[in-house]
């Protein structure tokens, strides 16, 4: 594909996303319902870090009475979208970087679908469309990007990926892209899309192993994925591991879906909120590509079955295929538990055995699906002779059978998408000095408890599994306090920084009202864990007390993640310049 119609696609593709999320751009500073709160509460937190006292954001005060907010799985802040949210002003600031991130990934998405479709399984326009359409508006998207789980829209990443593989197999340069892509997965707080999409990856690389002539290069790709995507997420993967470690995140999975459940959420329009049954409500189940679709991909299937007369397999036989395996591994990871289904025993392995909700992997089925589907077409669409009358009316009604599906899509995913009327942020009073208030909603006060300079014991429930202290105290009064007859003169807090100036005729342990966490390190004393809250033992005397939060991995992370960078940049540079010399030759 030239220059030109790959912008003529990502400007269709921008259009396209704009006009699924509307809904969210009426009111520019509303929020979003559900887990978006949790959302807008991260971004908040590092949105007014930096703007408001100049920190990198390393530690969230504002809720469970403190947590690392560096080792928090779900932050974002290592992403270009949070850093979008400090070229806006005034109150909607984050709001709108995380508006703009959610249409960005359902662009890319369909960017990505489309040249997967076209450069891989080399489909008809036509077809491809209908894939990339089918998959990127689907209402796993609607459902999950409608209902708050912002760090999901990774998800839209897995085609780009996936051809990124395939063209690291002759240009090193794709392989640094896939690495790039993993880490950039990561940072977006992707518990589910990296361990997901990195199946499909190991599907689509041992696909490709098949094949004599791409061992060697697929070797090759491995490695630099296999050294590159640690160092460059290591600013967040070492932190994460940490809190894992500390904070375990086991997490019981019990759902199962039979296939006429699986059938359900794949062509069912209108469901009610909870679905009878099943453990979760209908957002996590619903992933609507419609009948059409369905049809077309079980069409696909049905064309590329062993024929007698075949006496070698085609290309389009060959991808067919493959999408079929995938289908089938993902839908059968997707209908959860039960004898003789995967889900079950993959549950028990590391990271897997953190995540529930098998449904989930829908996010990947229906990208094989789509696929599929688009496969069928372009099977119908290039029937007869080329340049036939048959032809030409054939290649019509694929284009109607994709604009019929996009109706049918949007129609459904509509009411789904038009979800984003909770209050804005807003400019609310910031109390002089931080402390902790008890909060009566909290799913209504979460998110804008960074604007106004106060935090609160409670835990948003579904998220990590933090340790709150025992013994945390709320009002508007000092965030430390001294055993008599120890004596405040002063103290301040920001949200990684803690200063107290203090009087002690007698050995001390000063406790603040915060939870303990290791990476605190206070100038004088010996940090303490006192009942779960943070606490200094000092000698007696006068001091000058800084406690900032700098946890032990913080530099060595940060270190290998530029070495990462460094890496990346070489390795790109390196093959540009063996190209170039390459080029350079043939001219002589």
Same mark, same amino acid.
């Given at each position: 594909?030239?220059?030109?119609?790959?912008?003529?696609?990502?400007?269709?593709?921008?259009?396209?996303?704009?006009?699924?999320?509307?809904? +969210? %751009?009426?009111?520019? !500073?509303?929020?979003? *319902?559900? /887990?978006?709160?949790?959302?807008?509460?991260?971004?908040?937190? =590092?949105?007014? +870090? %930096?703007?408001?006292? !100049?920190?990198?954001? *390393?530690? /969230?005060?504002?809720?469970?009475?403190?947590?690392?907010?560096? =080792?928090?799985?779900?932050?974002?802040?290592?992403?270009?979208?949070? *850093?979008?949210?400090?070229?806006f002003r005034g109150s909607d600031a984050t709001t709108l970087a995380i508006k703009l991130m959610l249409i960005a990934h359902t662009a890319a998405g369909f960017v990505g679908m489309w040249l997967y479709a076209r450069r891989v399984t080399h489909l008809s326009t036509p077809a491809a469309m209908l894939a990339a359409v089918a998959w990127t508006f689907s209402g796993f998207f609607a459902w999950h990007g409608a209902g708050g789980h912002g760090t999901f829209l990774a998800f839209d990443y897995l085609p780009l990926l996936l051809l990124l593989w395939r063209r690291s197999l002759i240009d090193v340069r794709a392989a640094v892209?896939?690495?790039?892509?993993?880490?950039?997965?990561?940072?977006?707080?992707?518990?589910?899309?990296?361990?997901?999409?990195?199946?499909?990856?190991?599907?689509?690389?041992?696909?490709?192993?098949?094949?004599p002539e791409s061992r060697r290069a697929s070797m090759v790709a491995a490695l630099v994925v296999g050294l590159l995507f640690p160092l460059l997420a290591a600013i967040r993967v070492l932190p994460i591991v940490d809190a894992l470690r500390r904070y375990p995140r086991e997490m019981l999975s019990i759902d199962r879906m039979s296939a006429e459940d699986l059938l359900l959420t794949?062509?069912?329009?209108?469901?009610?909120?909870?679905?009878?049954?099943?453990?979760?409500?209908?957002?996590?189940?619903?992933?609507?590509?419609?009948?059409?679709?369905?049809?077309?991909?079980g069409l696909a299937v049905l064309l590329a079955l062993p024929r007698a007369s075949a006496s070698r397999v085609n290309p389009h036989r060959r991808a067919t295929l493959a999408m079929t395996l995938g289908a089938l591994i993902f839908f059968a990871l997707v209908v959860g538990n039960g004898a003789l289904r995967p889900w079950p025993l993959l549950h028990t392995l590391p990271v897997f055995d953190s995540l529930r909700v098998p449904s989930r992997f829908l996010g990947v089925a229906t990208f094989y699906l789509a696929v599929l589907a688009g496969l069928a077409l372009d099977r119908l669409a290039r029937a007869g002779a080329p340049r036939s009358a048959l032809r030409r009316t054939l290649v019509v009604l694929a284009w109607l059978m994709v604009l019929g599906t996009a109706i049918d899509i949007a129609a459904t995913t509509r009411p789904i998408v038009d979800r984003w009327k909770d209050p804005p942020i807003g400019a609310e009073p910031s109390a002089r000095e931080f402390h902790l208030v008890h909060v009566a909603n909290y799913q209504a006060r979460y998110a804008r408890l960074p604007r106004s300079n106060t935090g609160t014991s409670g835990c948003y429930e579904g998220a990590m599994r933090w340790n709150v202290a025992a013994g945390l105290w709320t009002g508007d009064g000092p965030q430390v306090r001294v055993p008599p007859p120890g004596q405040l003169i002063r103290s301040e807090r920001t949200p990684s920084h803690l200063f107290a100036e203090l009087a002690l005729p007698q050995p001390a342990r000063v406790v603040?009202?915060?939870?303990?966490?290791?990476?605190?390190?206070?100038?004088?004393?010996?940090?303490?864990?006192?009942?779960?809250?943070?606490?200094?033992?000092?000698?007696?005397?006068?001091h000058r007390l800084d406690v900032r939060f700098r946890p032990a991995l913080l530099l060595p992370s940060l270190a290998l993640s530029a070495l990462g960078v460094l890496l990346a940049i070489a390795l790109t540079l390196s093959h540009a310049l063996r190209r170039a010399l390459r080029l350079e030759g043939r001219m002589r």
């Open positions: 594909m030239s220059k030109s119609g790959l912008a003529r696609i990502a400007a269709l593709a921008a259009v396209l996303s704009l006009a699924y999320w509307s809904p +969210a %751009l009426l009111v520019p !500073g509303a929020t979003g *319902l559900g /887990d978006w709160q949790m959302v807008h509460h991260n971004f908040e937190v =590092g949105w007014v +870090a %930096l703007t408001r006292f !100049g920190e990198w954001p *390393l530690w /969230d005060p504002y809720h469970c009475g403190g947590v690392t907010m560096l =080792g928090n799985p779900e932050s974002q802040h290592f992403t270009p979208w949070f *850093l979008a949210s400090l070229l892209g896939v690495a790039a892509l993993l880490a950039l997965t990561v940072a977006e707080g992707g518990t589910y899309p990296l361990p997901y999409m990195g199946l499909a990856l190991l599907l689509e690389a041992a696909l490709l192993l098949r094949r794949l062509t069912e329009r209108k469901h009610d909120w909870r679905w009878p049954g099943h453990e979760f409500v209908w957002p996590e189940y619903g992933a609507f590509v419609g009948w059409g679709v369905v049809v077309l991909a603040w009202n915060s939870n303990f966490d290791p990476g605190w390190q206070p100038s004088v004393g010996t940090l303490v864990d006192d009942r779960g809250r943070l606490a200094i033992d000092l000698p007696a005397g006068r």
